[in-house]
């Protein structure tokens, strides 16, 4: 089995809280775009918190995690759900743009290859 570690840029429950987060948001509502590997498991979160937080309002989008980082770098998200580390590239035009992102992992994707016993493997 091989894990591939998902990264998000912020996180919906733990990091909303601790990093004030709400301070900076339009209109009681937070906008997180990314990656399409992370969209249910944020959809999911997103329900809980919003059954918490009935006052606030959680936008979520796909797109893939280029398309996350993008919208975070040119302030036109709030979080950046991605499946992926950013790039050199990102990363300096996110600075440039005055965007400090925070990478947390919030989960891992697990991958498993099953066949049948009697399948022919080339070794």
């Known amino acids: 089995m091989r894990f591939r570690r998902i990264l998000a840029v912020g996180s919906i429950i733990a990091v909303l809280s601790l990093s004030g987060c709400m301070k900076n948001t339009r209109h009681d509502s937070i906008t997180i775009i990314g990656s399409d590997t992370m969209v249910n498991l944020i959809m999911a979160w997103a329900e809980s918190y919003m059954k918490i937080n009935p006052a606030i309002y959680l936008a979520i989008t796909g797109g893939g995690s280029g398309t996350g980082i993008a919208s975070l770098i040119n302030k036109t998200c709030d979080i950046a759900a991605c499946s992926r580390q950013l790039k050199p590239k990102e990363l300096s035009s996110a600075q440039q743009n005055q965007v400090n992102p925070l990478e947390h992992i919030v ?6 290859v099953v066949v049948h016993p009697q399948t022919p493997l080339i070794n």
């Open 107 to 112: 989960a891992l994707d697990g991958i498993a």
